[in-house]
């Protein structure tokens, strides 16, 4: 629309039709520099701010991109954008020294897995799912006559527990067997941060 008033213009100074407007402007029907300049200045500015404007802000992931576990350290990080964002202690199971070789060792496995599916409703506050066993674990287990197990969780505290002071000795021990547990508020907010899909390593 702006281009074509600035072009009527153009046309209606130059012509002298509106001889109040021109008058002044023109010299012999043809526009004089001064005008001339002011309308290619208006023109680029138009099409200057139409090529400046800002685009729309850019959108965050509320998810984090992976999960490590340190177990030897007894942590846990969440990472995001390739840095840690949240860091956690956690507890594994009674015997927690190497890798997950059969059902019922009371070990967490070692390796990459993948964070698949979730429970709201566990016997464990919360509980998500690592992808434990995967193929080699069932074809160690398999070649060595035993089940691999499985059922490995990240998940809160017992869901009976309602002492603090119970809680409280729970998060300075391990307890599980073979699972990675947190507290029920840091579970919270691993729900919310850790999409099903999530890749994650565990450590020695």
Request: charged content about 20%; hydrophobic content about 35%.
């Amino acid at each position: 629309m702006f281009l074509r008033w600035f072009f009527l213009g153009v046309r209606a100074a130059s012509s002298g039709v509106d001889g109040r407007l021109s008058r002044g402007w023109s010299t012999g029907g043809r526009l004089q520099p001064p005008l001339i300049l002011l309308l290619v200045a208006l023109l680029a500015a138009v099409l200057q701010g139409g090529c400046a404007s800002k685009p729309p802000p850019a959108t965050t992931s509320p998810y984090v991109d992976q999960v490590l576990v340190k177990k030897a350290e007894r942590s846990m990080e969440l990472h995001k954008d390739g840095a840690v964002y949240r860091t956690y202690r956690i507890s594994l199971g009674d015997q927690p020294r190497g890798h997950k070789f059969q059902e019922g060792d009371q070990r967490t496995p070692e390796g990459n897995y993948v964070l698949d599916w979730r429970n709201p409703n566990s016997s464990y506050y919360k509980s998500i799912h690592v992808s434990y066993p995967n193929e080699l674990d069932r074809t160690v287990a398999r070649a060595h006559g035993v089940s691999p197990g499985g059922m490995i969780m990240i998940h809160g505290l017992p869901n009976w527990l309602s002492s603090p002071r119970l809680a409280a000795e729970y998060r300075s021990r391990d307890w599980t067997d073979g699972c990675i547990a947190v507290g029920n508020e840091e579970m919270d907010e691993i729900w919310r941060l850790v999409r099903d899909g999530t890749p994650i390593t565990i450590l020695p």
